[in-house]
């Protein structure tokens, strides 16, 4: 059984920092990606940040260059996020995801990934 549990979330103030886990079972790390998306209170699911487990590309959406970033331990079956210098703006479930049939320009995408994490709640007050 495949299982991605997320760990770390939390409230923070504005500015702030936290490092989300997601440590991942069940399937062979390497050559998956995987990704990091957020969903606020009605608004749709976004992709944040993204990592091939194989070598290590990264990738992300514009609002959180420079602020956030991805890493990842294989032998621990393990993806970060390290997120600093938060906003209210960011406030929201986070997720991760992984996916075996990703491509650069889909990597990104929500739909290309088949697992999920239940998710944990970022909270950024002002």
């Known amino acids: 059984e495949v299982q991605l549990v997320e760990s770390g979330g939390g409230l923070v103030q504005a500015g702030g920092s936290l490092r989300l886990s997601c440590a991942v079972s069940?399937?062979?790390?390497?050559?998956?990606?995987i990704g990091w998306f957020r969903q606020a209170p009605g608004k749709e699911r976004e992709g944040v940040y993204s990592i091939s487990t194989g070598d290590g590309s990264t990738y992300y959406v514009d609002s959180v260059k420079g602020r956030f970033s991805i890493s990842k331990n294989n032998a621990k079956n393990t993806v970060y996020l390290q997120m600093n210098s938060l906003k209210p703006e960011d406030t929201a479930v986070y997720y991760c995801?992984?996916?075996?049939?990703?491509?650069?320009?889909?990597?990104?995408?929500?739909?290309?990934?088949?697992?999920w994490g239940q998710g944990t709640q970022i909270t950024v007050s002002s």
């Open positions: 069940g399937l062979t790390f390497d050559g998956y990606a």
């Open positions: 995801a992984a996916s075996r049939f990703w491509t650069r320009r889909s990597i990104m995408d929500a739909s290309v990934y088949t697992f």
